[in-house]
């Protein structure tokens, strides 16, 4: 990848991220005043001493919890990761194994010009890895226990390639933001609905609309909340896909070796265990799915999946190398 396209790569994640967190916001706003302008004009027509909803509390209150979630995300976002999967950070490698991962990432992060991240070592006997951070300058790299058992020195220098390019393109920014962000949209929306199953927030919603306008908010608000989970869910996975195969070809670029990505997928394929120390809300950042081979082995992809199929991303891979190998031979040919 030129310089001119890496940079141009970092600066899109970067617009990314800042149109992710106004685009959050502004989703919390018209949930919090969508709300209150529903109930507002359903209430305001009602005879006295029934309840008129005249303070927008929802409003102030998702706008206040949007700013926190954003702000919690930003600074804390990495380290929730960590501390969700019980890793340990890697100070002084004391086997041959810890030495020779803290040995790739030195090399990797020269080859991709960023500072060397810092290392973690997840408890987990199933072979995955994934990178955390805002930026190159605050990274951090974790493998799991089974990783270092299965892979050689050459495909687990790929992987580190691979999470090293996540870091690179600002992809651990992005993802760590919109993790957080999917959950709290999750939570606000059971939240909100729950009240409104129960007959009113705070014991509040009470009558019917009295008229058209009322009503049409009402319904979109409502709707709002039922598909928003599953908007921003898809949306997470969409990224996510994307952004795996950007790394895949980027990590395959630095160690100059397709095929040993390739054989590590291959054998993290053939691993049915699932991870168990990576949650669901963080399968996304993983280099494959951490749910188990049962979904990373699929043919197609699901629009729920957060990985492409292994198969798919073997193929491209083996592709490569086969584009770069021609190409090798061309040039050898001339000379």
């Given amino acids: 990848m030129s310089d001119s396209n890496l940079f141009a790569q970092q600066e899109s994640n970067r617009r990314k991220s800042r149109w992710l967190v106004i685009g959050f916001v502004a989703f919390f706003a018209w949930v919090g005043f969508g709300g209150d302008l529903a109930f507002y004009l359903n209430t305001r027509d009602l005879p006295p001493g029934h309840y008129h909803h005249l303070v ?99 495909e687990l220098q790929a992987v580190v390639a691979h999470e090293m390019s996540h870091i690179r393109n600002f992809d651990t920014r992005l993802m760590t933001l919109l993790a957080a962000m999917v959950g709290a949209i999750i939570l606000m929306s059971n939240v909100l609905r729950r009240s409104m199953w129960g007959g009113r927030p705070g014991r509040r919603g ?19 909340l039922i598909i928003a989970p599953i908007v921003g869910a898809l949306l997470q996975m969409a990224v996510s896909r994307k952004r795996e195969f950007l790394a895949d070809a980027t990590g395959a670029q630095l160690n100059r070796n397709p095929l040993a990505l390739a054989r590590a997928l291959e054998k993290l394929e053939a691993e049915s265990a699932p991870t168990t120390h990576v949650m669901k809300g963080s399968a996304h950042m993983c280099i494959v799915d951490p749910a188990g081979a049962a979904l990373a082995g699929r043919e197609k992809a699901s629009l729920f999946a957060s990985h492409p199929p292994i198969g798919m991303r073997v193929a491209r891979l083996k592709g490569m190398a086969y584009a770069t190998e021609k190409a090798a031979s061309n040039v050898s040919n001339v000379g």
């Fill in 206 to 224: 009470e009558g019917k609309s009295k008229g058209p306008l009322g009503a049409v908010i009402l319904v979109a608000w409502l709707i709002t």
């Fill in 56 to 154: 927008p509390f929802i409003g102030l209150a998702a706008l206040a919890f949007a700013a926190g979630t954003s702000r919690y995300a930003w600074v804390n976002g990495a380290k929730r990761v960590l501390d969700a999967s019980m890793a340990q950070e890697l100070v002084n490698p004391a086997t041959p194994e810890l030495k020779r991962l803290d040995n790739v990432v030195e090399e990797m992060s020269i080859a991709a010009g960023i500072p060397k991240p810092k290392i973690w070592i997840v408890p987990d006997p199933d072979p995955n890895a994934f990178a955390t951070g805002n930026d190159p300058l605050h990274a951090n790299i974790a493998v799991t226990e089974g990783l270092l058992r299965v892979l050689d020195r050459d």
